[in-house]
């Protein structure tokens, strides 16, 4: 699952969010416990902002006293643990999970643990495996999980249509109207899989980032940035089946509306953050939790869009906005990385210096970094791919986290 979850979440930002970049780190730099200490960056002001993360690595999302590991990862669980999110935010790739019909979503599927072919290793067994440990994290900490669904299987995507890319295969497809039974499946089988380990799954959101071609395609009827939006109407088929899948299972569930990538403006393969929102029909909107965008830092910020498309609905409470990718890196192949001490700081300062504006923005409420482990195709991680060293932006996180409340003034932060 997490090579699949790598293709695709990585091959998505080649036309979407623009990051800074940011050089590799200092050898011998990890988090400490005094990191809330050094750097001026301290601001007095109200504000509230919760921390959630982005980690496939069940290994890393267990508290340290539920499952012994051996090194490096025991060093960078201890790591997570001292970020110790509010949030969490689950992935679930339907495409792997269920790769025929005829058969049960797996999601006992064992994951080996590398990054594609970088060591080093250490398996998990699977989704249920990832929920064990949010059940643990849940009874130390209260861990609340956002779980999102991603990437058709080829025998429920639609056909090819409108404005596609080259290359364009099936799991970037909306599922067919026919398949969306086996969506709320899906849905079904994680919140049972979830009821037998002790998990909660409170919060879901029916698609990844669907208005990004890799995600959802096509995103118009034809190749013109004036041409009508395709994309809004199968994921509001989608969000519709979800909202019924959540009304019908037992406990409480929300749905969150969104997972946008931080487009400003429509192309004729993208669809732009207020352009979706708008398009979106009013109940599915006054009826969400929240509104889940992605923004990472050096790229546009899309909370302004994202707060003018959903104004239009006149909702008696628009929903929030949750920002549930975010992060400092280089994720565009061709932008090479600095190589200099001073942009690791750079890079540090900047996240923290964007926290404190979404701290200070009443509208955002919730911010997730993505992800702990970096991918080396999409660097945007805390913590080198290998495993051997933290980049600065690690004390960033662990300083808005910890046992710090949501509405405490913003901390200081050691870039160092």
Request: glycine share 8%; aromatic share 8%; with cysteine.
């Amino acid at each position: 699952m997490a090579a699949a979850l790598a293709v695709a979440l990585v091959t998505s930002r080649e036309e979407g969010d623009r990051p800074a970049a940011r050089a590799p780190v200092t050898p011998g730099l990890e988090a400490a416990p005094g990191a809330n200490a050094g750097d001026p960056q301290t601001q007095e002001t109200d504000g509230d902002l919760a921390i959630g993360i982005t980690e496939p690595n069940a290994n890393f999302v267990w508290p340290p006293r539920g499952r012994p590991l051996v090194e490096p990862f025991a060093r960078w669980r201890t790591a997570f643990d001292r970020v110790r999110p509010a949030y969490y935010r689950l992935v679930l790739d339907w495409a792997s999970l269920q790769p025929s019909e005829d058969a049960p979503a797996r999601l006992d599927q064992p994951n080996g643990g590398c990054m594609r072919d970088i060591l080093p290793c250490n398996g998990w067994a699977g989704v249920r495996d990832q929920l064990r440990a949010v059940a643990a994290r849940q009874q130390e900490t209260g861990m609340q999980v956002l779980t999102v669904l991603t990437g058709s299987p080829a025998w429920a995507a639609r056909p090819a249509g409108g404005c596609e890319r080259g290359g364009t295969d099936a799991r970037s497809r909306p599922p067919r109207t026919s398949a969306l039974p086996a969506y709320r499946r899906l849905v079904a089988d994680a919140l049972a899989v979830a009821a037998q380990e002790g998990a909660e799954l409170r919060y879901w959101s029916p698609w990844n980032e669907p208005n990004h071609p890799y995600f959802l395609s096509p995103q118009r009827t034809r190749c013109s940035d004036r041409a009508p939006t395709a994309a809004v109407a199968p994921y509001a088929e989608m969000a519709g089946a979800l909202k019924a899948e959540l009304e019908a299972a037992p406990g409480e569930q929300e749905y969150l509306l969104g997972e946008l990538s931080a487009f400003d403006r429509p192309k004729p393969r993208n669809t732009a953050v207020e352009e979706f929102a708008r398009a979106l029909p009013d109940d599915l909107v006054c009826g969400a939790r929240a509104w889940a965008q992605h923004a990472y830092v050096g790229g546009s910020d899309p909370v302004d869009p994202a707060a003018i498309g959903l104004a239009a609905h006149n909702c008696l409470r628009s929903p929030e906005i949750w920002i549930t990718e975010t992060g400092v890196g280089a994720p565009r192949r061709d932008l090479e990385r600095a190589t200099d001490v001073t942009a690791e700081r750079s890079a540090c300062r900047a996240m923290h210096e964007q926290l404190i504006r979404w701290y200070e923005d009443p509208r955002v409420t919730v911010a997730f970094q993505y992800t702990l482990r970096e991918d080396d195709r999409f660097a945007t991680g805390l913590v080198n791919v290998s495993l051997t060293r933290a980049y600065p932006v690690l004390r960033t996180w662990q300083a808005w986290g910890g046992r710090r409340a949501t509405q405490d003034p913003a901390p200081r932060v050691d870039c160092r």
